[in-house]
């Protein structure tokens, strides 16, 4: 009588042997998958928000150039002779210029005791929020 050993067995994969190898697959490339869509959902938040920081930016350094201006209007005026999209007047401290779906809020605050005028610029894009810049600069000089 022969002895067959397990080393000499050439049976192949059972079929049970195949499906767990192909769930095990599976399941590892589904968490990869999720890693992946996950980073890209977090590059797009990203670069959303360093565009509309640039924006915000942009309109600070256009503020700092006519900071010269002796008054608020006067500011917001000057501002508007530089830009294809004026700023309209929301409230008495609040301006609003709008590109497409970007609202870009001009808070110009009371000066304070220092003579310095607080700056708030808003850029919101879809009606959220991606970025504000707060400065203080003394109008007129």
């Given at each position: 009588?022969?002895?067959?050993?397990?080393?000499?067995?050439?049976?192949?994969?059972?079929?049970?042997?195949?499906?767990?190898?192909?769930?095990?697959i599976s399941?590892?490339?589904?968490?990869?998958?999720g890693?992946?869509?996950?980073?890209?959902k977090?590059?797009?938040?990203?670069?959303?928000?360093?565009?509309?920081?640039?924006?915000?930016?942009?309109?600070?350094e256009?503020?700092?150039?006519?900071?010269?201006?002796?008054?608020?209007?006067?500011?917001?005026?000057?501002?508007?002779?530089?830009?294809?999209?004026?700023?309209?007047?929301?409230?008495?401290d609040?301006?609003?210029?709008?590109?497409?779906?970007?609202?870009?809020?001009?808070?110009?605050k009371?000066?304070?005791?220092?003579?310095?005028?607080p700056?708030?610029?808003?850029?919101?894009?879809s009606?959220?929020?991606?970025?504000?810049?707060?400065?203080?600069?003394?109008l007129?000089?």
């Amino acid at each position: 009588m022969k002895k067959t050993s397990l080393i000499n067995q050439d049976c192949g994969l059972t079929l049970i042997e195949v499906i767990a190898s192909i769930v095990l697959i599976s399941v590892i490339l589904l968490s990869f998958m999720g890693m992946f869509l996950q980073t890209s959902k977090t590059t797009a938040t990203s670069d959303d928000i360093v565009n509309a920081t640039y924006i915000a930016q942009k309109e600070m350094e256009s503020i700092y150039k006519y900071r010269t201006a002796l008054t608020r209007e006067a500011l917001i005026d000057e501002l508007n002779k530089q830009s294809t999209i004026p700023y309209v007047a929301t409230n008495e401290d609040t301006w609003l210029k709008q590109d497409n779906t970007i609202l870009i809020y001009l808070t110009l605050k009371k000066p304070d005791d220092l003579g310095l005028t607080p700056i708030i610029i808003k850029v919101l894009e879809s009606g959220k929020e991606k970025s504000k810049i707060e400065n203080r600069y003394k109008l007129g000089g």
